[in-house]
């Protein structure tokens, strides 16, 4: 795993604080409408994980990068939640 510099790193988990709410809303809807009982937090909490596995460069230019209203961060939040949440239904 690559460090991160603290500046860096603060930045990061501010990114996440301010857009976590929407993110578990997303979650929260996705859920629901796949009738599913999954735990929003245990999703969010391996979303979070895929995102500080990610390498520092990347991470920096998805934060970065605007398409639309939304980052590519944002975006690659969202498509981790709704793979986790609709994969779980094909599996079972």
């Given at each position: 795993m690559e460090i991160m510099e603290p500046n860096f790193?603060?930045?990061i988990f501010s990114y996440?604080?301010?857009h976590y709410k929407q993110w578990v809303d997303f979650a929260a809807w996705h859920c629901e409408k796949a009738g599913t009982a999954q735990n929003?937090?245990?999703?969010?909490k391996e979303v979070?994980?895929?995102?500080?596995?990610?390498?520092?460069?990347t991470i920096a230019r998805l934060m970065?990068?605007?398409?639309?209203?939304?980052?590519?961060l944002d975006l690659f939040v969202?498509?981790?939640i709704k793979a986790r949440?609709?994969?779980?239904?094909t599996i079972s």
């Open positions: 790193t603060n930045s996440i604080d301010q929003i937090f245990l999703i969010m979070q994980s895929e995102i500080l596995s990610l390498k520092t460069g970065h990068t605007v398409s639309g209203k939304f980052t590519e969202l498509r981790s949440i609709y994969e779980s239904q």
